[in-house]
């Protein structure tokens, strides 16, 4: 602990500083959201040397018998600093206790109970495994307020008496335009999928190495990273329970050498190492020397008719289907049931376009039959999965995406011309037009309800269509313009692509 206090040297004052406030005015509990690194140093160990047991939050959302340390509340206290007088002593000796949220990712989120020390012995292991000192420069697309960020971005730096970028680089513009030669890039499955794609991605080619965690990394996206980067890739396996347990270089999954594994009755892994007291996991998985087999989730493998059905392995296959971009599994709100929202890729598309989506479906279910037979019955076209920024799906935005339906985006290109392309996803092809997709008149008429609305003109209350006449169709991945003409108590309306598709007027 010696070494990590004189790391925290500079800032020493104004912890000793924000610690007095704390205790002067006698806080017990703190909930700490602050988005500025700097300021979460300071907060955070302030926090811990007061024996005001911080707990961070993943959004600003406070607690009523909590003290909440926001950006606001921050700048309050630090103006207070020159009325203080503390003793600039960082007696801390690491049996400060903090907590921190899970992702809720399988529910609602929980509190973890961490010591410092954890956090300084994990770090200080970090260091050796992954072979860094003090040299090193950090970037980060990932938030220190969860476990993930925590260790590599704000830990780990401290532990190296390294550079850490302050900043939450969560878009793919802000990480390319950074100079990352020769730096650690902190991210996320999400985050890297992005960036692969980014017409500017061989910026990021001399970065040193990038540290995922969050979910597991696909070796598809590890080799598109590949073809564009010359940094070592280290996918962390972990949690916010047990801290960081093992690593993936790119040959299979290793334990750290400190952790110790064993496994339960029905295959469970139980996880023990000096930054985590016995915890047993809701992983399956065996164990073979340093090497981790990975069986997936136990709370996402499911009975079916006397037999188990493992989601993660259906959505490692359905993920290698050449019509499908990406997919998430879960259970259907209303029946017993696998419910699939899959994003389709160029093939799908085009499959979807020329025969709809039966079809679609259709090829899905007998490519899982030999392996999975049919236990997948309903599937939901979207146009992305519903990922958090740490790459998991919270059950309610699973359900959220496949109860709302998808509408497209029209721009207003002039006083009273829209323009829209239509998607694959959009609500209105799903149980309408199964082999022939087209989009429906009711659905053309939502979409002059939602340019009127655009214009001022509200047409909910209005049931009156003077005249319409469809032409030709409408179909997926069209780009559509609508025209829409006031004249007193009428509105006009043509809907056209490469031809005029309908033509109506309403009156108001």
């Known amino acids: 602990m010696v070494e990590f206090i004189k790391n925290l040297s500079e800032f020493s004052e104004q912890i000793c500083k924000f610690s007095e406030f704390l205790k002067q005015k006698n806080i017990k509990k703190t909930q700490i959201f602050l988005n500025d690194m700097g300021e979460f140093k300071i907060a955070f160990f302030g926090a811990l040397l007061a024996d005001a047991k911080p707990e961070l939050l993943r959004d600003d959302k406070f607690e009523y018998d909590f003290f909440g340390i926001d950006d606001e509340k921050f700048a309050e206290i630090s103006s207070n600093f020159p009325n203080l007088k503390a003793k600039n002593e960082l007696n801390l000796d690491g049996s400060e206790i903090f907590y921190l949220k899970t992702s809720g990712s399988t529910g609602k989120p929980k509190n973890i109970q961490k010591r410092l020390i954890e956090m300084v012995l994990e770090a200080k292991h970090l260091s050796k495994a992954l072979n860094l000192n003090k040299n090193e420069q950090f970037l980060a697309s990932v938030t220190h307020q969860n476990m993930f960020g925590l260790t590599f971005k704000f830990f780990l730096p401290l532990v190296l008496g390294a550079k850490s970028d302050k900043r939450e680089l969560n878009y793919p513009e802000i990480i390319l335009d950074e100079n990352s030669n020769g730096k650690i890039l902190i991210s996320s499955p999400t985050v890297l999928n992005a960036l692969y794609q980014h017409k500017n991605a061989k910026n990021i080619k001399n970065l040193k190495m990038i540290i995922s965690a969050g979910a597991k990394l696909p070796q598809s996206l590890r080799d598109e990273l590949n073809k564009i980067t010359n940094a070592v890739i280290v996918d962390i396996y972990g949690s916010s329970e047990t801290g ?18 064993k496994t339960g009755q029905k295959g469970e892994l139980i996880i023990t190492s000096p930054w985590c007291e016995r915890f047993v996991s809701a992983d399956s998985g065996e164990i073979k020397g340093d090497d981790i087999i990975l069986h997936g989730r136990l709370d996402r493998i499911v009975k079916f008719s006397e037999n188990r059905v493992n989601l993660d392995a259906i959505e490692e296959k359905l993920n290698q289907n050449e019509l499908i971009k990406d997919s998430k599994l879960g259970l ?23 025969s709809g989506k039966k079809a679609v479906v259709g090829e899905i279910k007998k490519y899982l039959k030999d392996d999975f037979g049919c236990v997948v019955r309903h599937f939901k076209i979207v146009s992305k999965i519903p990922y958090s920024s740490g790459s998991k799906v919270k059950k309610d935005d699973f359900l959220k995406a496949f109860e709302s339906y998808e509408m497209p985006e029209f721009t207003q290109i002039s006083q009273n011309e829209f323009r829209a392309k239509i998607s694959v996803s959009d609500f209105y092809f799903d149980g309408h037009f199964a082999n022939f997709p087209i989009v429906a008149g009711f659905v053309q008429l939502k979409f002059v309800e939602i340019c009127a609305k655009k214009l001022g003109i509200n047409l909910k209350n209005t049931n009156h269509i003077q005249s319409i006449k469809f032409m030709n169709f409408i179909r997926p991945n069209d780009e559509i313009t609508l025209f829409l003409e006031k004249n007193g108590d009428k509105l006009s309306f043509k809907i056209k692509n490469e031809k005029e598709c309908c033509n109506g007027k309403i009156s108001l």
């Open 244 to 261: 960081v347990v093992g690593r993936n270089l790119g040959q299979g999954l290793k334990k750290f050498e400190p952790v110790d594994l």
């Open 332 to 354: 259907h709100p209303k029946f017993n049931r696998i419910l699939a929202l899959i994003v389709l890729s160029e093939f799908g598309e085009d499959l979807f376009i020329k």
